[in-house]
């Protein structure tokens, strides 16, 4: 079975730093797009940042200058390093990968909280 698993959330201070990390189970070559999201309570699911196929990236505004996405083709893995967090920051993040041959993939999420 195809899965994508983040690891990395946690619990950190105001203006702290959190990396997170997704593993792919296929390489990424197989991905158009590999990303990550973050659902809040009350709010809808929505794009941190994003990798696509041909290396560029997209970052959501409220992020850019903050959190810096990578990947490592030879790992499978693609990261998340987020610095200055703000408590708006908190959410429950997912990896999600998008490729025409295996389907739309989310991993289980991992929830960051951002608190003092």
């Known amino acids: 079975q195809v899965q994508v698993v983040e690891s990395g959330g946690g619990l950190v201070q105001p203006g702290g730093s959190l990396r997170l990390s997704c593993a792919a189970s296929?390489?990424?070559?197989?991905?158009?797009?590999m990303g990550w999201y973050r659902q809040s309570p009350g709010n809808q699911r929505e794009l941190v940042a994003d990798?696509?196929?041909?290396?560029?990236?997209n970052y959501a505004d409220s992020v850019k200058g903050r959190f810096t996405i990578s990947r490592d083709v030879s790992k499978n893995t693609v990261a998340l390093q987020m610095n200055s967090l703000e408590p708006e920051d908190t959410a429950v993040y997912y990896c999600?990968?998008?490729?025409?041959?295996?389907?739309?993939?989310w991993g289980q999420g991992t929830q960051v909280i951002v608190s003092s």
């Open positions: 296929r390489s990424l070559r197989y991905f158009q797009t």
């Open positions: 990798f696509k196929s041909d290396g560029t990236t």
């Open positions: 999600n990968g998008r490729s025409g041959l295996l389907g739309n993939l």
